[in-house]
């Protein structure tokens, strides 16, 4: 007899209740390092190309046509530290970790924060707003998704080396895309797989260790985690929720909802 997802849900909660851990100062403060290293550095660097590359202008008899290539500075700048940032990071591996400063855990919060860096500095507006910009900082960040994937400016992607999204996909507004998961005083990290062709309406959540088959249909507000999506599949707005539907136990009534 299969347990019904109330039961599962209980379960869960049972076995994943929240540790309350009181952390150290010192501890405290190299997250805090940590977090200003890897979301601040980028920023800093880009701007101050960019700085650097308007003062040089400036002192050039065509100052109009060269201030013209000073958002490109900006942009390759930006990109090429996260790129470079990025190789200084441990790989990313899936699994889940105790949410303690060891190898596994710390190259997933590296990452994280590196993935901040982009609204810190003020430019996450323009990188997705285009497919070229938006493309070239994925790449940069690990991600592997392909070039003229749709995907709105308020979108959020996160734990880009989990990431693999295939090509004509598109992801709505507050699509929430990541590779990780808390589970009281761990975290949980898995890969994340859209494939060719795949829908992803506004506000759904495809969580870690999801993958969608090519051609299918994610309507508004779906939860999908640890789930595996054949190809061709469709779920209509507000449909997965909470448990994969497959898994319920089948209504007495036959009768069809009402549209």
């Known amino acids: 007899m299969s347990e019904h997802?109330?039961?599962?849900?209980a379960t869960a909660r049972r076995k994943f209740k929240h540790q309350s851990q009181g952390f150290s100062v010192a501890r405290v403060l190299v997250v805090d390092l940590?977090?200003?290293?890897?979301?601040?550095?980028?920023?800093?660097?880009?701007?101050w190309a960019f700085a650097l590359f308007l003062r040089w202008s400036w002192e050039q008899a065509a100052f109009p046509?060269?201030?013209?290539?000073?958002?490109a500075v900006l942009a390759a700048a930006f990109l090429v530290t996260c790129w470079l940032v990025r190789l200084c990071?441990?790989?990313?591996?899936?699994?889940?970790?105790?949410?303690?400063?060891?190898?596994?855990?710390?190259?997933?919060?590296?990452?994280?924060?590196l993935g901040h860096s982009v609204r810190i500095a003020g430019l996450q507006p323009f990188f997705f707003s285009f497919y070229l910009t938006k493309y070239?900082?994925?790449?940069?960040?690990?991600?592997?998704?392909?070039?003229?994937v749709n995907s709105s400016i308020f979108a959020v992607l996160a734990d880009y080396p989990l990431l693999t999204v295939g090509k004509g996909c598109t992801v709505g507004a507050n699509v929430l895309l990541i590779g990780h998961l808390f589970l009281g005083d761990k975290v949980m990290l898995g890969n994340v797989t859209l494939g060719e062709n795949v829908f992803v309406g506004a506000g759904a959540m495809v969580g870690p260790r999801t993958s969608i088959g090519a051609r299918s249909w994610i309507g508004m507000q779906n939860k999908l985690?640890?789930?595996?999506?054949?190809?061709?599949?469709?779920?209509?707005n507000f449909e997965w929720e909470h448990f994969n539907p497959a898994s319920r136990a089948p209504s007495p009534s036959t009768e069809e909802r009402p549209s």
């Open 5 to 9: 997802p109330d039961d599962t849900l």
């Open 34 to 47: 940590i977090t200003m290293t890897f979301s601040l550095t980028p920023a800093l660097v880009a701007w």
């Open 65 to 71: 046509l060269w201030a013209l290539l000073a958002p």
């Open 89 to 113: 990071i441990p790989r990313m591996r899936p699994g889940t970790y105790k949410m303690e400063l060891s190898r596994d855990y710390l190259a997933w919060f590296m990452t994280l924060c």
């Open 136 to 148: 070239l900082y994925w790449r940069a960040m690990g991600a592997r998704i392909a070039y003229g």
């Open 225 to 236: 985690l640890k789930d595996t999506l054949p190809e061709d599949s469709r779920l209509e």
